[in-house]
Every structure is written in structure tokens, then in C-alpha cells.
């Protein structure tokens, strides 16, 4: 594991004994506690992310607008100054190139998207860069580090070492200090809660972690807890729900995709909408086991309908919960399915996501 980089705050996970992971090429903490008692903390408190892995891109420059417009589904245009938009990248067929969340800033745009599809998307941005004269990506997740401080406490924590950060509204960031270190922070998260993500220069991110850390009871929280939080909510995560096989359509986002507009895939997609999708992604629940990535679904009569694209336990209902794609025969809620997990078939059924009751 010694290749693999290391964010800013990689002495701290130390410090705090985490267990550390290879993930994506880069050393992070997975757990400090446990992951059920991190999940708790988030959901009745706060807990402290460290996602500096993300990676950020700068997209500035007069054509910048119109290159995001060309290879996103959702409208930019229509994002105002300090505003976010969820996005999907897509190829000419449809399919995923990534799934990326947008800020727009008064001098440019702030791309941050997922570590596991770096090198296929910005290949995918490069060939695509017609008007590089007119627009710049430079990528800063090298100088940049992410916290995301999540849960219902976490505006009150952050009050009191930052100035008025709950009048940031949903999907919005600010320029704020936090602690006396300029920061940009946003009212986000990927795990159904209240909360904030919180952008510094690499150099000051021990300094803001303590800070937020010593403002309140607040739990530092790996990727198992990150990872069961945003399964809870069924929100999809990329290289696991979504794939180079798979479209917008089959995993439930069309409603980000903005078709008044042009853009890379458009009418791939529109052909698929008219003649409609193969399979749906849905939400899918055990009354006993566990679903993992991977697992055949069965139907009643044990034939395979689909496979299981994400599961875990999840901490609040106590059984286990999943994402998985089913043939469109089968993806209506309550439709009874099965599981195979080592030889044995477990029975659950599809249900709607979240699976528990959003905060945000």
C-alpha cells in the first residue's frame, strides 16, 4: 500500500488509529470506531468526513459555459452564481461516462467528481475539448482538501466557529471563515442529512479538522459509514451502481437530464426513452442476509433477474439493504425477489428509495 497518495489529513487518521484502506489509489481511513457507531453519529448528531480524494477540477474562461452545457445532461445555464447542479457525462450511445456535481462560481466552475472514474473522465474531457483557446480544466485535488461535516448538530457545531454558515441555503456554497481559515463551503452532503462539505487549501486542513472537531461532539467517520449512509438513502455511486454498460435512464436520473438542451448522448437517449429501458435499478430489501455487489436476483421460481449492484446492513432498520438492476417486469415496489448469497437463496423484495426518511 505505500504507492497509493495520501491527503492532508492522513497524520490525523493516524493519530486517531484508524484503519486504513487502498482505495483508488489513494491511502484513507475506513473506520476509527466502528462503522455502526459512526453511521449513529451521523444520524443523531455529527460526523466529520475527510473526502479530500475527491477529485476538483477548475473549468474557467469565456467558453467554459458551453463545454459543460455539451457534455452534461443537466442545464448549467440555469445554475445561478454560488448555485450546484448534479450532472451525468455521458458517450454518444447513452451510456455513463460519470455521474459529477457542478458549482458555479462568479469566476468559473468547480467540478468535483469521483476518484474511482478519474482517468476514463478526464480522457473523456480532453477528446471532447474542441475549444481549449477559449476555456481552461486545470485540476486542483492536489491543493485541495474536502471535509464534510454531516449530521442534524452539524449547523450548530459550525455556528459557533464560523459566521452564519445556516444561511447557506440546499445546493449552495459561500466563501465563509471557518475558524479564521477561508474556506468554500457548501450546504451538501451524500448522506441524507443536514450538513456541510467544506473546501480549504491543503495547508490548512489539520488546522480547520481540529477546529470543527473541538467545536462540539463531533465523530470522525470513515468510508464504511460513508458508504452505509448513502446506501440508506439509495443514492447510486459510481463504478458500483453505475458503469460503462448502464444509461441515465435504467438508473432512475432522468430528472437530471434537461432535454430542451443539446447535449453528448441526447438522442441515444432518446431513442431509448421511446423504445424503453431493458432493466431498472431499484431499491431492494432482505428479511434476512446480507446483498453484496455481485449477487444474483431470482425471481419466485429461482431464475435470474437481475444482480445486485451495492448492499450492506442498514444501521437504523437492521436488516439488509441493496441496489441492484432487474428486468422492468420485475422492478415494481413490493414485487417479491430472492437472493443468492453463497448457494442459498434469501428472500426479500423491492422496495422504494430512500429506504428510510430524508432529512434533506
Given at each position: ?7 492532508p489529513?492522513?497524520s ?17 481511513p ?29 473549468i474557467s ?10 457534455i ?9 452564481v454560488?448555485?450546484?447542479?448534479y ?9 455513463f ?5 457542478i458549482i ?6 468547480l ?14 474531457l ?11 480544466i ?19 457545531i459550525?455556528?459557533?466557529i ?7 441555503r440546499?445546493w449552495?456554497?459561500a466563501?465563509?471563515l471557518?475558524?479564521?481559515?477561508e ?11 443536514d ?21 462540539g461532539d463531533?465523530?470522525?467517520v ?15 455511486l ?46 431492494l430489501?432482505l ?15 429461482n ?8 448492499g ?6 437492521g ?6 438492476y432487474?428486468?422492468?417486469g420485475?422492478?415494481h ?25 430524508g432529512?434533506?
Open positions: 500500500m505505500g504507492k497509493e497518495i495520501r491527503t489529513l492522513f490525523i487518521h493516524k493519530g486517531l488509529d484508524a484503519k486504513i484502506i487502498a482505495f483508488h489509489g489513494w491511502e484513507m475506513v473506520e476509527y470506531s466502528g462503522i455502526i457507531d459512526e453511521h449513529k453519529a451521523v444520524r443523531m448528531s455529527a460526523g466529520l468526513f475527510d473526502v479530500s480524494h475527491m477529485n476538483t477540477l477548475k474562461g469565456d467558453g467554459a459555459l458551453m463545454f459543460l452545457q455539451s452534461s445532461t443537466n442545464d448549467i445555464a440555469t445554475c445561478d454560488n448555485g450546484m447542479k450532472s451525468v457525462v455521458g458517450r454518444e450511445d447513452g451510456t461516462v460519470d455521474d459529477i456535481v458555479r462560481k462568479s469566476n468559473g466552475f467540478l468535483v467528481t469521483n476518484t474511482a472514474r478519474k482517468e476514463v473522465l478526464m480522457n473523456w480532453n477528446m471532447h475539448n474542441m475549444h481549449k483557446e477559449n476555456f481552461t486545470e485540476d486542483v485535488t492536489d491543493n485541495t482538501a474536502i471535509l464534510a461535516l454531516q449530521g442534524p448538530d452539524s449547523t450548530a459550525l455556528s459557533s464560523a459566521d452564519r454558515p445556516g444561511d447557506i440546499f449552495h456554497g466563501e465563509i471557518i475558524a479564521g481559515i474556506t468554500y463551503t457548501t450546504r451538501s452532503g451524500y448522506t441524507g442529512e450538513g456541510f462539505e467544506i473546501y480549504c487549501r491543503s495547508e490548512d486542513a489539520e488546522g480547520l479538522w481540529q477546529s470543527i472537531m473541538d467545536a463531533v465523530k470522525p470513515g468510508l464504511g459509514a460513508r458508504d452505509s449512509l448513502r446506501l440508506e438513502m439509495g443514492y447510486i459510481s463504478g458500483m451502481d453505475i458503469t460503462d454498460e448502464n444509461n441515465p435512464l435504467e438508473a432512475g436520473l432522468e430528472w437530471a437530464i434537461k432535454w430542451r438542451k443539446d447535449f453528448i448522448g441526447r438522442e441515444a437517449l432518446l431513442k431509448i426513452k421511446e423504445t424503453g429501458v431493458t432493466r431498472n435499478l431499484v431499491g430489501k428479511d434476512r442476509g446480507i446483498p453484496r455487489h455481485g449477487y444474483d436476483i431470482l425471481d419466485d421460481k431464475n435470474k433477474i437481475g444482480i445486485v449492484t451495492s450492506t446492513i442498514s444501521p437504523v432498520l436488516v439488509g439493504i441493496g441496489l441492484g432487474v428486468e422492468p420485475y422492478s415496489p413490493d414485487t417479491k425477489i430472492g437472493i443468492m448469497i453463497r448457494n442459498k437463496v434469501y428472500n426479500g423484495m423491492v422496495v422504494r428509495t430512500p429506504f428510510i426518511g432529512r434533506t
